[in-house]
């Protein structure tokens, strides 16, 4: 019994052993897949540059999106904001109103769980770009409205200033 009670002993060592050897090999490898992942989205992040400043925008905007899939996972609304952006950009210069309206708002909801209220503001102003640009002049008002409250409460002077500038600018051209 005495032996029995040994060898289980030595048994669950063991295996404890094997588990936290395991543990050690996944954690280094999951390293390795994450530092092969960063270098992929920098690569990507540069093609897609490279296709913007190429005037390859619908490809410049697919390659931004494939950046934004590889920082799905890191919770960074910030960077996510500024990818989608990117998107957003790359479909305004694409003409593609449904996209660029569409990616406008992931940049408001990015910018929203920053819990910021001027980077929302700017969110707003973005959407009311997009909008004016495709001659939603409606629709640019009315995300221009909410920027100018925003700004108003939280006593952005500069904010209130583009926005009411954005909205000059919005009445000139309807």
Same mark, same amino acid.
Request: hydrophobic share 35%.
């Given at each position: 019994?005495?032996?029995?009670?040994?060898?289980?002993?030595?048994?669950?060592?063991?295996?404890?052993?094997?588990?936290?050897?395991?543990?050690?090999?996944?954690?280094?490898?999951?390293?390795?897949?994450?530092?092969?992942?960063? $270098?992929?989205?920098?690569?990507?992040?540069?093609?897609?540059?490279?296709?913007?400043?190429?005037?390859?925008?619908?490809?410049?905007?697919?390659?931004?999106?494939?950046?934004?899939?590889?920082?799905?996972?890191?919770?960074?609304?910030?960077?996510?904001?500024?990818?989608?952006?990117?998107?957003?950009?790359?479909?305004?210069?694409? $003409?593609?109103?449904?996209?660029?309206?569409?990616?406008?708002?992931?940049?408001?909801?990015?910018?929203?769980?920053?819990?910021?209220?001027?980077?929302?503001?700017?969110?707003?102003?973005?959407? $009311?770009?997009?909008?004016?640009?495709?001659?939603?002049?409606?629709?640019?008002?009315?995300?221009?409205?909410?920027?100018?409250?925003?700004?108003?409460?939280?006593?952005?002077?500069?904010?209130?200033?583009?926005?009411?500038?954005?909205?000059?600018?919005?009445?000139?051209?309807?």
């Amino acid at each position: 019994m005495i032996r029995n009670k040994s060898t289980s002993i030595k048994l669950f060592f063991s295996f404890i052993i094997f588990f936290l050897v395991s543990l050690f090999f996944l954690s280094v490898s999951s390293a390795k897949i994450k530092e092969e992942n960063i $270098g992929d989205t920098e690569n990507l992040l540069k093609n897609a540059g490279l296709y913007f400043k190429n005037k390859n925008y619908k490809q410049s905007a697919l390659a931004y999106i494939e950046v934004l899939e590889a920082l799905r996972d890191t919770g960074d609304s910030g960077k996510m904001a500024d990818i989608c952006f990117k998107v957003t950009e790359s479909y305004i210069m694409y $003409g593609d109103k449904d996209n660029s309206i569409n990616y406008g708002n992931r940049v408001l909801a990015f910018k929203k769980q920053m819990g910021n209220k001027k980077e929302e503001a700017d969110g707003l102003i973005l959407l $009311g770009n997009i909008y004016r640009h495709f001659d939603e002049y409606d629709e640019a008002f009315k995300r221009y409205d909410e920027a100018t409250k925003i700004e108003r409460e939280t006593n952005d002077n500069t904010g209130l200033a583009r926005s009411l500038i954005n909205t000059g600018d919005t009445y000139r051209l309807s």
